[in-house]
């Protein structure tokens, strides 16, 4: 009897162990200043962070890597900004999925038409998606409450743009997870020379504004763990990058660190990154 009972618990153990264990898959389905979307996946539950491209397109690039939007579950906001909202409302009220945002965003910021489907969510909080759980946290950027997400099942995933620096959250997730999508938003040398207004210039570089290629890879080269798998450059602009710079950069500044060799790839506004399982 005793045996039975052990072996059963044994089972349950194992199953546990398996269940929590499940890769998650990424995929970025678009990412840059016309348009951000991130996809997570565990066992068929799925999350989207951020919906700046319309609905059609959602589904659209789903279909390219072969998933459904009825996996969606809930669809998690990091600020205003139309390039990380533009189709959550026509998404979210075609397939009832669930809106997560800030208390501070959704008393400023329409969201979506449905009430009913915008919840809010804290900082440093826990949500639980299926086997999922994600975080948001704060960052800096010129946004109402801009924050970031980690998406975790045992493996942990950190979806991090639109950050002024590497703030102290920043870095605490950097030093913790398999796989990052990290903001590499320009070449300094590029916004420089480039066509933008001098106050446009200033606010890119500023606390409030976005990383750029070497501020992004020496916080990886810094903090990053031994373990981190994956990195998906993300948030490139079309106007002060390029995606071949982008990887070159980091490429050769990440190699200074044996013990470090994570797959390198640079997401795009046109197509959805291969799906990488974490």
Not at 65 to 82: G, L, M
Not at 92 to 121: D, G, Y
Not at 236 to 253: G, K
Request: charged share 25%; glycine share 4%; hydrophobic share 35%.
């Amino acid at each position: 009897m005793i045996n039975k009972v052990y072996n059963s618990l044994n089972t349950i153990n194992h199953k546990f162990l398996y269940y929590k264990k499940r890769k998650m898959e990424l995929s970025v389905l678009s990412s840059g200043s016309s348009g951000n979307c991130f996809y997570i996946e565990n066992d068929k539950n799925a999350v989207l962070i951020d919906c700046g491209i319309s609905c059609k397109q959602i589904v659209e690039r789903l279909g390219v890597i072969n998933k459904k939007p009825e996996n969606i579950k809930a669809v998690f906001i990091t600020h205003e900004h139309s390039d990380h909202i533009k189709g959550v409302d026509v998404f979210a009220r075609n397939f009832n999925v669930p809106v997560f945002a800030t208390k501070k965003l959704i008393n400023e910021k329409f969201l979506c038409s449905k009430s009913e489907l915008i919840n809010e969510l804290s900082l440093n909080e826990t949500n639980s998606i299926g086997n999922m759980e994600i975080e948001a946290f704060s960052k800096s950027h010129k946004a109402i409450e801009p924050v970031f997400f980690t998406i975790s099942n045992g493996k942990k995933i950190s979806v991090i743009t639109d950050a002024g620096f590497a703030c102290n959250n920043i870095i605490k997730h950097v030093s913790d997870s398999d796989c990052l999508c990290l903001e590499s938003n320009h070449d300094l040398k590029m916004l420089e020379e480039g066509p933008y207004p001098w106050h446009l210039k200033k606010w890119i570089k500023s606390n409030i504004g976005h990383l750029s290629n070497n501020q992004a890879s020496l916080c990886v080269l810094e903090h990053a763990p031994h373990r981190l798998k994956n990195i998906v450059l993300s948030h490139l602009s079309e106007t002060n990058n390029a995606p071949e710079l982008a990887h070159r950069t980091f490429s050769s500044l990440i190699k200074e660190r044996k013990d470090l060799t994570p797959k390198v790839i640079v997401s795009s506004r046109f197509m959805p990154t291969s799906v990488l399982r974490v």
